[in-house]
Every structure is written in C-alpha cells, then in structure tokens.
C-alpha cells in the first residue's frame, strides 16, 4: 500500500501555514521548477506537477480539512481482518497483538477513491481564474495572446475580436486537473480614445484658420487614419460624428466615433504669419465683445 502523500512536506510548508504563506511558497517553487525553465528536465517536471498537486488540494479550504482528517487520522477507517501475532506483554503468551491493517476505507472524500494507494487530489477539478489586461487595438482585433498563469504555466490563447472591458472568456480544460481557465479582460486605458457603450470619443485639434474657412482633416481612428470633412466656422467643443467608427456592440453592430473639436493657437508662428495675423486684425469685421456694456 503506498502511503498518503504529505503535500505539506512537497510544498515546505508548516501543517498550520496560512493561505497566504502556501500561495507565497507555491508561487516561488512553480517559477523554480517551471518546465519552460528547466527544458528536458524529468526530475524538475515531476516535481513541478507534485507542487501543483499540493497545491490544488491545500488552497481550498474544503479539500484541506478533508486532507487533513486523511493525513493526522482524525477520519474513521474502516479496518480488515487483523493479523493475530504474539502478544508483546512480556509472558510469552499468544494473544491479539495490535492490529495491522491492509486497506482503509475513507468516506466523503471523494467519490469512489477508497484507498490510499490513490493519490489524493490527483482527481480533483478546480477551474481557475486569471486577469488578462489588453491594450485597446488589441482588444478590438483580437487574435493570439500569450498568457502566465499564477502556477507558472505560460499559454497561447486565441482571443476573440471585440472584447469588452469587464469581459470573462471560458478556456475549457486549462483549469487545474481538467478544470476550466476564465480570464478576466481588462481592457487598459487609451491615451487618444475613449470608450463609452459602443461609442469611441476623442478629441481632435484644428488650427484657427481650419476652424474658420473649414475643409477636410485626418483623424485617428481604432481602424486607421481617415478624412473627415470639417464645416466652415466650426466652434471648440462642438462634436462631430464618424458614423460606425465605434466600438462593437456583441450583436454584429458598431457604435459611432465622437470627435469633439479643440482650436488650438500656435505657440510660435513666423514672421509671415505674424504680419497676416496683424493685417487680419485691421480688417476683420467680428467683435466677440460687441455686448458688453460700461
């Protein structure tokens, strides 16, 4: 009969070690003995699945006192016939000697395991959760990402386009012994773009004469540069829509993108455009003063 394995000596960790002290540990054997660190390595691989072992049994409350109750023989057992020996009392008499036992029997551990022999936790599925942050761009096309998982495994995963902030996607059989992987998407903050529902706002800076006389313009978009066409006289802060540039809503369908104008005043300008500007001021008939009063 193999004996129970002790996850507690796999991992170096004390019987009463908190949650906090068995995640710190695994976290700094997982990046040790981490196939992708040890290439070809057996004795590293096999030591890298037995802390996942411990691990996945002594993270969850539940799984531990069960373990524990296996391991410092608080459980009932369920004993064969015993074997009759001599009796150790000194009389040279022939009695009961203490029983040995060659099976036990555990209940409420898990179903169907009733021998030791059985590593335990060895059959339990544990979905797992993970936090994924994403720049915009990417979360928008998609495609294929790597990921590092707490217990040291590195993935390749094929992201779907259009991922919301907020979202969780489902990677069947990644979790811990057959369990489920969910990743939880982050999509990170964009320095140009914003995203409210499936509208994208942004702001973009015109000069004064563009705001005036009007006319076409380039603006940033999630897809790529594209014209937009400028009205004539156009005011600062008034939005302008570029229709289905937006975010996409689930459902096959694209938001707007809002584009709110800035007028922007050079901080330098020549000569040239210095003797415009004062040849302008002679002339121009608009007085944005024209009510006030003394």
Same mark, same amino acid.
């Given at each position: 009969?193999?004996?129970?394995?002790? =996850? =507690?000596?796999?991992?170096?960790?004390?019987?009463?070690?908190? %949650?906090?002290?068995? @995640?710190?540990? !695994?976290?700094?054997?997982?990046?040790?003995?981490?196939?992708?660190?040890? &290439?070809?390595?057996?004795?590293?691989?096999?030591? !890298?699945?037995?802390?996942?072992?411990?691990?996945? /049994?002594?993270?969850?409350?539940?799984?531990?006192? $069960?373990?524990?109750?296996?391991?410092?023989?608080?459980?009932?057992?369920?004993?064969?016939?015993?074997?009759?020996? *001599?009796?150790?009392?000194? %009389?040279?008499?022939?009695?009961?000697?203490?029983?040995? !036992?060659? %099976?036990?029997?555990?209940?409420? !551990?898990?179903?169907?395991?009733? +021998?030791?022999?059985?590593?335990?936790?060895?059959?339990?599925?544990?979905? /797992?959760?993970?936090?994924?942050?994403?720049?915009?761009?990417?979360?928008?096309?998609?495609?294929?990402?790597?990921?590092?998982?707490?217990?040291?495994?590195?993935?390749? *995963? $094929?992201?779907?386009?259009?991922?919301?902030?907020?979202?969780?996607?489902?990677?069947?059989?990644?979790?811990?012994?057959?369990? $489920?992987?969910?990743? +939880?998407?982050?999509?990170?903050?964009?320095?140009?773009?914003? #995203?409210?529902?499936?509208?994208?706002?942004?702001?973009?800076? #015109?000069?004064?004469?563009?705001?005036?006389?009007?006319?076409?313009?380039?603006?940033?978009?999630?897809?790529?540069?594209?014209?937009?066409?400028?009205?004539?006289? *156009?005011? &600062?802060?008034?939005?302008?829509?570029?229709?289905? @540039?937006?975010? &996409?809503?689930?459902?096959? %369908?694209?938001?707007?993108?809002?584009?709110?104008?800035?007028?922007?005043?050079?901080?330098?300008?020549?000569?040239?455009?210095?003797?415009?500007?004062?040849?302008?001021?002679?002339?121009?008939?608009?007085?944005?003063?024209?009510?006030?009063?003394?």
């Amino acid at each position: 009969m193999q004996q129970l394995r002790n =996850y =507690y000596e796999i991992l170096g960790v004390a019987k009463d070690a908190s %949650n906090e002290e068995i @995640k710190k540990t !695994f976290r700094r054997l997982a990046r040790l003995y981490h196939p992708d660190v040890n &290439p070809g390595n057996k004795t590293a691989e096999e030591k !890298f699945k037995a802390i996942n072992e411990a691990y996945d /049994v002594l993270s969850d409350e539940t799984k531990r006192a $069960d373990y524990d109750k296996l391991l410092f023989g608080k459980q009932k057992r369920t004993p064969l016939r015993p074997r009759v020996g *001599v009796n150790r009392n000194g %009389n040279g008499g022939v009695g009961s000697a203490r029983p040995t !036992f060659e %099976n036990w029997k555990f209940s409420d !551990f898990s179903p169907g395991m009733t +021998k030791t022999a059985k590593v335990v936790g060895s059959s339990f599925r544990r979905d /797992v959760e993970a936090r994924l942050t994403l720049p915009l761009e990417k979360a928008y096309r998609g495609g294929r990402e790597r990921i590092r998982l707490e217990d040291g495994r590195s993935l390749e *995963v $094929d992201m779907p386009p259009g991922m919301m902030d907020g979202q969780k996607i489902r990677l069947k059989g990644q979790g811990m012994n057959g369990g $489920d992987l969910y990743l +939880k998407i982050t999509v990170a903050r964009h320095p140009f773009f914003k #995203v409210q529902g499936s509208d994208i706002y942004c702001q973009v800076p #015109v000069t004064p004469s563009e705001a005036i006389l009007g006319g076409s313009v380039e603006v940033l978009t999630i897809d790529g540069l594209v014209k937009m066409t400028v009205p004539k006289g *156009v005011k &600062p802060g008034q939005r302008l829509r570029l229709a289905n @540039k937006g975010y &996409p809503d689930g459902q096959g %369908n694209r938001g707007d993108q809002l584009v709110e104008i800035q007028v922007v005043i050079p901080s330098e300008i020549s000569e040239e455009e210095l003797a415009l500007y004062q040849q302008l001021r002679q002339i121009e008939k608009f007085n944005p003063r024209r009510y006030f009063t003394s």
